[in-house]
């Protein structure tokens, strides 16, 4: 078998382990392993394709320089990298709120005018307007409603990633639908 094959076999951890030795190829295998996942993530959150990118780069930037952040036994890889993702995600809203809030800059940032991922897959406007819809959840409820849409986590995971209790992490799922499915049902009710 080929040295790129016997790298595509290994786990996370081994590749971290690679990584901090400075190998690029084990660091090119986890970004495809993992790159669109955080990438979808950190687009659902924010909706706009310039900022998941940055969101992206700056996590996978820190794996490059510190591969050893992860702690084996406390979460796995990717219930630990979710965290780092999320945790980008509230950050830079919170930077959004007070860039806001404070009186510098020349005004509010441009739009992004490029379609959602989720608009240009489905080339359809409804689900292009629940994608909308989801961005104007709360932080938390959306970042759980993405974690368990797009990501397929479980209650334990998300409630790991967001640093709550499982109740919790289900309280914020069952919030999010609620809010979605009465946005959805008034709109219906006016069309």
């Known amino acids: 078998m080929a040295e790129g094959a016997d790298e595509e076999a290994l786990a996370d951890a081994d590749l971290l382990a690679r990584i901090a030795a400075g190998d690029r190829r084990a660091f090119a295998v986890l970004m495809r392993r993992h790159g669109d996942r955080v990438r979808g993530l950190a687009l659902g959150f924010g909706g706009r394709s310039d900022e998941a990118d940055d969101i992206a780069q700056d996590v996978f930037l820190m794996l490059w320089r510190r591969p050893d952040a992860w702690r084996p036994g406390q979460a796995t890889f990717t ?3 979710y965290r780092v993702v999320a945790n980008r995600c509230l950050d ?3 930077r959004r709120r007070l860039r806001r809030w404070l009186p510098f800059g020349d005004g509010p940032e441009p739009a992004d005018d490029a379609p959602t991922a ?6 359809r406007d409804h689900l292009a307007a629940v994608a909308r819809m989801i961005r104007t959840l709360p932080e938390r409820q959306r970042l759980a409603l993405l974690l ?12 790991a990633i967001l640093g709550v209790s ?3 992490a289900e309280q914020l ?3 999010a639908r609620r809010t979605l499915r009465a946005v959805i049902d008034e709109r219906e009710m006016r069309s």
């Open 166 to 168: 499982q109740g919790a």
């Open 92 to 94: 830079r809203a919170r």
């Open 148 to 159: 368990a849409v797009q990501g397929g986590r479980s209650n334990a995971e998300i409630a």
């Open 118 to 123: 989720l608009a240009a897959l489905s080339g």
């Open 79 to 81: 219930t630990w990298l």
């Open 173 to 175: 799922l069952v919030r």
